[in-house]
């Protein structure tokens, strides 16, 4: 049986896969893929389309290694590369589009059978949304990017980011007002 060392040292541990040190690449990937599969499934929809954008991002990481600059954290530099992956695949795949059509021909369905706001029920409805929409809420709401970064990931005017985000809000809203979820209702205890 080989007994492989535990890394507990993350720089010496980059230093190592930097140096093409199979182990010490393979411990980075089963250290972040769960979470970054996390962050890539919420761009994309689909499971199976998601794990091939993450592997295609951990080709992005072990590629650039050598320009991560220990400023900050290692796994947030990794979640800015799996979340540009993400973005792109979606963008060949041509599904985003920044147009109010797309909104107006996309059937409200409520989710069945959901008595609590659980975590699996918020990522169906943010599923749910056009992908423009999408897109800038995940990069605003759970990334933390600023309207004008935003704008330059996307390529779309800073004002087109706000009215994204303000449309994301509202659809999200009133789908959990069909669901009679309102988030009030459920800080309140209902």
Known sequence: MKIISLYTNEKLLIKRAIAGNGQAQQF???????????????????VQFAEDVMVNGFVKVFENLTSFQHRGSFE?????????????????K????????VLESRPKEAIEGTSILD?????????????????????????????????????????????????ARKMLQENLKLKGMSPRAQSRGK
């Open 28 to 46: 980075l990937y089963e250290k972040y893929a769960p979470k970054m599969l996390s962050v890539c499934r919420q761009y994309v929809k689909d």
């Open 119 to 167: 975590v699996e029920y918020v990522q169906q409805l943010i599923d749910n949304l056009p992908e423009g929409y999408k897109m800038v809420f995940l990069l605003y709401a759970i990334e933390g990017y600023k309207h004008h970064e935003i704008a330059e990931i996307l390529e779309i005017s800073e004002g087109t980011s706000k009215s994204q985000l303000f449309k």
């Open 94 to 101: 041509q599904f985003v589009v920044y147009d109010d059509e």
């Open 76 to 92: 947030g530099w990794i979640r800015k590369i799996m979340v540009r992956e993400s973005i792109s695949y979606l963008r060949k």
